[in-house]
């Protein structure tokens, strides 16, 4: 075979392609899971186009059964699950296909960047083969929701690839490019609104001799480059108000990253994130769909003492080398960069998660490569034959128990059943898993409804569980069980959590109209009706007791009352026809 075929992109490709299906394939069979079910299947706006105008002024989750602001601001995405569904409908096998073929472009173009950067055909081939199946990507690349993340991540990808290609801003061509893609990617996902400071490192190591002041006076041509950034800004200013328009991820406040008053345990939280990350990049064990991180008066204090030696080591290492091996110092700050916004540095409190490391891992996939290609020369003690010969063994080892792992990984991603099974296992210190979990039995139907109520009991242990909602959903089960006393305990012990919560007081009334205690189910349903004049079940229930006292003209009465509050209540309808 010609020699300058098997080093050409087009080879590269191809193995790209192979390597990624092999270790993602299984993927492609997976069913919905986590947030592809609001996001996606139950999801009427994404069906046409006709919803463009609420893509570009609405938050994501307000156009879906949420019905309420997550501080998810990304039209381009909603418009690429628009012409998705066009492609494949509710078909999720086309739609992990969509996903694992923007992750092997991905692939392609974290060679073609790291081959620019580098030139060296090896560093960047081997450092691709890693991005291809490093098992951190399995939560960006296997669920369907994630697609925004990888979407976002190709347009940074070839926004940074083609901002190389401009020669220090000298190609307006590929300048006007760059611009546009980073467009596509910000209005993708906000994480991407940190890339131009990859292209200030970029510059600052490549283009202007490691000189800030040359780099400042760019500084029209770099007010260009962020124009997407601010007009973002604007944007979500304009959609979310000045109060949220700065909170990126308004759903997932203290989801798992607790604020802190206190400015040290701030700082510590900061560091240990970012060890955390390293952590599982390095040694992807363990990995799960929910982490419980500590707050920063519960970490032992090596733990602290680790995460901060490790952050500065870097740092100062990235600082000191930047001449001497200005590659490596660059992908350092290319971690540190693209993670700013993952990182908790502005204390909102948030999320850590997998997904997040999808696109500050290409520089951890450059380390690979660069510590693979350099080793033979680290080896210099060593025979030629026996240097090369590690190397390509060293490789290969990590290549394949990487493999292994995101095969693995992936059958977990299958459905919420087995995804949330693997998470309570590794995560059992919070009460959250185990919700899902409760939540994904009594999604898949009746023959899981007694793993459900062991789920949702399990959940009851739990001191900061919510126990509103789970004693709510346990006297469903017992009622659908026709336990109604059994059930009737539990409302009873939710109302004593919200005595005025419209959803218990109206369950005690159904439960108390099962039990043909008429009187006590119209109590409760007038209660309802007397704090929420606009909830369709309270006269519903209400008109139930009435159908069943033989007064069908006021019973009908309420149906229609229900109809007229929500057209589309079905068992009204039903109900109110049968009069």
């Given at each position: ?186 209005f993708s996902k906000e994480e991407a609104i940190i890339l131009p400071g990859i292209f200030v490192l970029y510059d600052f190591y490549f283009c202007s001799g490691y000189s800030v002041l040359s780099v400042l006076r760019k500084w029209k041509q770099y007010l260009f480059l962020i124009a997407p950034a601010i007009l973002y800004i ?150 030629n034959r026996k240097r090369s010969f590690f190397a390509v063994i060293g490789f290969l080892v990590i290549f394949i128990l990487y493999a292994q792992k995101t095969v693995a990984r992936n059958y977990v991603w299958k459905n919420d059943i087995t995804l949330w099974s693997d998470t309570a296992k590794k995560t059992p210190e919070s ?40 004693q709510n959903s346990i006297g469903k089960f017992y009622g659908m069980q026709n336990n109604h006393q059994k059930a009737l305990e539990y409302f009873k012990a939710a109302l004593v959590e919200n005595p005025e919560d419209v959803d218990t007081l109206y369950n005690v009334g159904v439960t108390y109209y099962f039990l043909n205690q ?62």
């Amino acid at each position: 075979m010609n020699h300058s075929f098997l080093r050409s992109n087009t080879f590269v490709f191809l193995l790209l392609t192979a390597v990624v299906f092999l270790v993602f394939g299984n993927a492609l069979f997976n069913e919905y899971s986590y947030d592809d079910h609001y996001l996606i299947l139950n999801n009427q706006y994404i069906q046409d186009f006709s919803h463009f105008k609420d893509f570009l002024f609405n938050d994501v989750t307000v156009m879906t059964s949420i019905e309420k602001s997550s501080g998810y601001y990304r039209p381009v995405s909603m418009i690429f699950l628009v012409l998705n569904y066009k492609l494949w409908g509710f078909n999720a096998f086309g739609l992990h296909l969509m996903s694992v073929i923007i992750h092997l472009l991905n692939c392609f173009f974290v060679f073609l960047i790291i081959k620019q950067i580098a030139k060296n055909f090896w560093i960047s081939f081997l450092s691709s083969l890693i991005f291809a199946v490093h098992p951190i990507h399995v939560e960006a690349v296997a669920p369907i929701f994630n697609y925004m993340g990888i979407l976002a991540s190709f347009f940074a990808l070839f926004s940074f690839w083609a901002f190389v290609k401009s020669d220090s801003m000298r190609n307006l061509k590929y300048v006007i490019l760059s611009v546009v893609l980073f467009l596509f990617s910000v209005f993708s996902k906000e994480e991407a609104i940190i890339l131009p400071g990859i292209f200030v490192l970029y510059d600052f190591y490549f283009c202007s001799g490691y000189s800030v002041l040359s780099v400042l006076r760019k500084w029209k041509q770099y007010l260009f480059l962020i124009a997407p950034a601010i007009l973002y800004i604007a944007l979500r200013f304009l959609v979310f108000g000045k109060q949220a328009a700065l909170g990126f991820w308004n759903m997932n406040i203290e989801f798992n990253i607790a604020t802190n008053n206190n400015a040290w345990d701030q700082v510590a939280i900061i560091f240990y994130v970012f060890f955390k990350y390293f952590s599982i990049l390095i040694f992807p064990v363990n990995l799960t769909a929910f982490y419980l991180i500590k707050p920063a008066t519960s970490l032992m204090p090596i733990e602290i003492f680790v995460s901060i030696f490790s952050v500065l080591f870097l740092v100062g290492y990235a600082i000191l080398s930047a001449r001497r091996n200005s590659i490596v110092s660059f992908f350092i700050g290319w971690f540190f960069v693209s993670s700013i916004m993952i990182s908790n540095i502005i204390p909102i409190g948030g999320l850590f998660s997998e997904r997040f490391m999808y696109f500050p891992s290409v520089a951890y996939c450059f380390f690979i490569g660069y510590f693979f290609y350099r080793l033979p020369i680290f080896l210099k003690d060593v025979d030629n034959r026996k240097r090369s010969f590690f190397a390509v063994i060293g490789f290969l080892v990590i290549f394949i128990l990487y493999a292994q792992k995101t095969v693995a990984r992936n059958y977990v991603w299958k459905n919420d059943i087995t995804l949330w099974s693997d998470t309570a296992k590794k995560t059992p210190e919070s009460y959250r898993p185990y919700l899902s979990l409760a939540d994904a039995y009594h999604f898949y139907g009746e023959q899981y409804y007694d793993k459900a109520l062991d789920a949702y009991l399990k959940v009851l242990e739990y001191p900061e569980a919510p126990k509103l909602r789970v004693q709510n959903s346990i006297g469903k089960f017992y009622g659908m069980q026709n336990n109604h006393q059994k059930a009737l305990e539990y409302f009873k012990a939710a109302l004593v959590e919200n005595p005025e919560d419209v959803d218990t007081l109206y369950n005690v009334g159904v439960t108390y109209y099962f039990l043909n205690q008429n009187d006590e189910a119209a109590r409760y349903f007038e209660k309802v009706n007397f704090i929420d004049k606009d909830y369709p079940w309270g006269y519903y229930g209400l008109g139930l007791v009435f159908q069943k006292k033989g007064q069908n003209r006021k019973a009908k009465e309420l149906f229609a009352k229900a109809l007229e509050l929500d057209p589309e209540f079905k068992s009204a309808q039903i109900a109110w026809e049968a009069l």
